[in-house]
């Protein structure tokens, strides 16, 4: 990896460019722990998507989180891996937070006219503790196999061919994380065995097809993060007295 140009750093910028480099890190880490969040709040709804060569069977938790591997790539090309894996724990704590919040929410007596009964509560987040655990030790194996897997290919190709690294990075992460989160749901009985192939594929299959489209986003995001922010190096890492 180049070292970062001088002017990319922080404590060398004016006040402004450093709040620019902080709010595009804060917005990056918002979307990225929403997109979290609520990947593990929905995931027990499954809906069918027919693209014509192909009929998908998915949770609808798949489709907001193929945004998490996207952000952390773009964080991982503008400010290095140690911002990076920052994120992902950041994503951990908060789906752990979150977590708790729910399980004091389901423990909580519903009200006689409350719209939602205590069952229809317990029925849709009752299992949130086990998706949201087999989801959370899939999601740090595949997130810093991510990150890992991309600073790889960035020093292997000395900083060029970024869709390489997306893509190569993401796939493989992507995978672990699939494979990972169902073995976990169908050993503690959330999913049943029998559909565990065909989720496989289909989850699999659909995160590629995501990284595939999204690999034009992720060279515009980068091109217009770095005009931006007035980045001309190779990225910018923030020292700790700036973060």
Known sequence: MQ???PSNNPLLMDPRHRQKTQAVYLILTGIFISALVTSNLIFQKFFHWDVGFHVFELSVGILPYPVTFFVTDVISELYGRKKANQVVLA???ASLFTLGII???DAAVAAPWSPISDTQFHTMFGVTFIGVGASMAAYLCAQLIDVQLFHFWKRLTRG???WLRNNA???TSQFVDTALTLILLCSFGVLDWERFWVLLWNGFFFKVLVAISDTPLI???VWWARRYLGLQGDGVEIPEEAS
């Open 91 to 93: 994503g951990l704590f």
């Open 160 to 162: 060029r061919h970024l």
């Open 219 to 221: 060279y515009v995001t």
């Open 169 to 171: 990075s993401t796939f």
């Open 3 to 5: 070292k970062a140009h």
């Open 103 to 105: 399980l004091v929410s």
